[in-house]
């Protein structure tokens, strides 16, 4: 690990001061971050300390929704009464991630900016478009097996690795960010991760000298909510293929996907499994390694439809 040094911010403003250096990093929970600079994916030569920003509750907002802090832990999100009432989906999502050490560290911020789990990405000797811009993407003709088939491009077919944001693409939520000088804005959750083109290295809609401060939930949607994930093993693996859902009497309203894309694919359709299966998936470009996505991910909406169908009856 390369030498670096470090700051502990106390509010807002002196956090992005302190970053507007070159090569600087936040760090709160660090499990993704950490990771990458022992791998020499990440050098950065200045790291700020976020933890004691007070950005760490969940409060409802006048609208009727629940705003979260950028540095709740996935942990304490997930067990939070009002979001496993109103917002199961997320709760389902959370808790399907990683492993409970992991998700008593993880922020919600540091969730949505995790970086894919491509294989390629985290071999520093393979060439990688997202790591080394312009090096190429050995993902492609390479072992592609559970990399993306929709939105992916000649330079990456890398998968975004997050459960967290996929339940969030589905609820509308939207994220609040800082900038130098008191600017804020927000984005919506759909704009917020972008999608590969000939740019893969530039992976959320962050600017240079931003940070996420909040992402905000609107108003309960009732339905019924369900969170599926496929993966290789039982646990602490990455999704090869994930459905969000809010279903009302046997039939879709809402869904998104997760790794089937380089950012949670939600589909503006609803109806029956195969015909939201038929629209999300219109359009896919998988691999020879990958082509099987396309067969799982129909099964996984099913049996996502049928765990709704299941849950009304018992009501």
């Known amino acids: 690990m390369k030498a670096f040094s470090y700051d502990r ?5 002196e956090a992005l001061q302190l970053a507007a250096r070159p090569d600087a990093k936040f760090i709160a929970g660090g499990t993704n971050l950490l990771d990458l600079m022992k791998l020499g994916i990440e050098a950065p030569v200045h790291l700020v300390d976020i933890n004691r920003l007070g950005l760490d509750t969940i409060e409802p907002t006048a609208e009727g929704g629940l705003r979260i802090g950028a540095l709740v832990r996935n942990a304490d999100l997930a067990a939070d009464m009002r979001i496993r009432r109103d917002y199961a989906v997320l709760a389902r999502a959370l808790v399907s991630g990683a492993s409970g050490q992991l998700r008593n560290k993880a922020t919600t911020a540091g969730n949505l900016l995790q970086r894919t789990r491509c294989p390629y990405f985290y071999n520093t000797d393979m060439p990688c478009n997202k ?3 312009g090096s190429g993407c050995a993902a492609i003709g390479g072992l592609s097996h559970n990399l993306g088939v929709l939105g992916i491009s000649d330079a990456c077919i ?3 690795p997050s459960d967290m944001a996929v339940a969030l693409r589905v609820l509308d939520a939207t994220v609040e960010i800082a900038g130098a000088r008191g600017a804020a804005r927000t984005v919506p959750m759909a704009d917020f991760h972008r999608l590969p083109g000939e740019t893969p290295h530039l992976e959320t809609a962050l600017r240079e ?5 909040a992402v905000t939930l609107p108003p309960p949607m009732g339905g019924t909510q369900i969170y599926r994930k496929v993966r290789e093993r039982a646990s602490y693996a990455f999704a090869t293929v994930s459905v969000a859902l809010v279903a009302r009497e046997g039939r879709i309203e809402r869904v998104a996907f997760g ?5 949670p694919w939600r589909v503006d359709a609803n109806g029956s499994a195969g015909e939201v299966a038929d629209a999300a998936l219109a359009g896919a470009r998988p691999t020879p390694d990958n082509g099987y996505k396309l ?3 129909r099964r996984t909406l099913a049996a996502a439809l049928a765990d ?6 018992g009501r």
Request: glycine share 10%; net charge positive; charged share 25%.
């Open 158 to 160: 890398a998968t975004h």
């Open 295 to 297: 067969d799982l991910a």
């Open 9 to 13: 911010a106390g509010s807002v403003n």
């Open 308 to 313: 709704a169908v299941r849950l009304e009856a």
């Open 209 to 213: 000298g931003e940070m996420i401060v």
């Open 131 to 133: 790591r080394r811009p």
């Open 259 to 263: 790794g089937l894309a380089p950012k």
